[in-house]
């Protein structure tokens, strides 16, 4: 997992200077392509989850924008219930690419 700078500091002492200016940080997710366990990267997930402090309807928009094939696969493979649901698509993930 990375973390980015939003904005363009020429050093970190900058990002935390008096001029009011302060440092936005974004985590860069990996994608997911079951290379590797899914519990591995939903640990990373989780991680990205607590300090965005996304609702669900974004955590399971950035979970799909995640998956790379051949992951992606899920997305069809369980009918259109499965990628309308965080909680069910998650099951699914674990299920199938476990840890």
């Known amino acids: 997992m990375e973390v980015v700078s939003t904005t363009d500091t020429s050093s970190e002492e900058d990002a935390g200077n008096s001029s009011g200016r302060t440092a936005k940080y974004l ?5 997911y392509d ?3 366990p899914f519990e591995s ?7 990205a ?5 996304w609702r669900k309807s974004e955590q399971l928009c950035y ?4 998956l790379k094939d051949p992951a992606t ?3 069809w493979d369980y ?8 909680k069910k698509l998650t099951k699914v993930l674990k299920i199938r690419y476990g840890g």
Do not use: C, N, Y
């Not at 985590?27 to 994608?31: A, F, R």
């Not at 979970?63 to 995640?66: N, R």
């Not at 009918?79 to 965080?86: A, F, M, T, V, Y």
């Open 49 to 53: 989850i607590a300090f965005h402090k």
């Open 41 to 47: 990267f939903w640990a990373q997930f989780q991680s």
């Open 73 to 75: 696969q899920v997305l």
């Open 63 to 66: 979970l799909m924008g995640s």
């Open 34 to 36: 079951r290379s590797t």
């Open 27 to 31: 985590v860069k997710l990996p994608k």
């Open 79 to 86: 009918g259109e219930d499965i990628p309308r649901s965080l």
